[in-house]
Structure formats: structure tokens, C-alpha cells
């Protein structure tokens, strides 16, 4: 079973001049028991995307679901 289905996601920071993208439509998904390592180089992303699916951090568009609700319909005492 799928714990974590996120599709389409992206996220972009606000640098002083412009948006800077830095998740673009990505998907990435977890069953439950699997071990997942991210890899990448330094400011690729790796924490920006794991806040983003964590529900720590938001996105701009795509969805996340944890456990089938996605999260952004998700309040602190959901679960
Ligand atoms: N809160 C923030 N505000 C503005 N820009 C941010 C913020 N968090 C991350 N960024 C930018 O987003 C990009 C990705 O950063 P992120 O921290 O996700 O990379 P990372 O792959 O985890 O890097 P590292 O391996 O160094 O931990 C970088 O260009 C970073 O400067
Ligand atoms: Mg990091």
C-alpha cells in the first residue's frame, strides 16, 4: 500500500527578482516498509521535496496524499 502518493508537484521560492522553480512537477511515491534514499547534488531539491511530501512545507500546484487524503485538506488533527 501506497503510504505516500505525491503527483505533479512543484514549488518555487521567491527570490528578490523572480520566482525560482525548484520542485517541477514531480512525482514521487512510498509503500509503506520501503526504504527510499534520496540522492542528488547539493541544492537540487532533496529537502524542499521531502518537507513538500512531509507536509512540513507546502506546494504550488500538484497533490499530495498520505494515506489516500491529501494533505492539503489535512488540519494538525487529521490523523
Ligand atoms: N526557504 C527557502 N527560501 C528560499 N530559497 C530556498 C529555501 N529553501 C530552499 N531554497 C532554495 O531551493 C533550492 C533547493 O534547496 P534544497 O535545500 O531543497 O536543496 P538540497 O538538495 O536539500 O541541498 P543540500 O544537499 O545542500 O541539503 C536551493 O537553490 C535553495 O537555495
Ligand atoms: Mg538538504
Known sequence: MKIIDARGISKSFKDIKEDKPVLNHVDFSME???FVAVMGPSGSGKTTLLFCVSGMDTV???RVLFLNRSLSEC???TF
Open 32 to 34: 509503506e516498509g520501503e
Open 60 to 62: 504550488d500546484s500538484g
Open 75 to 77: 488540519g494538525e488533527r
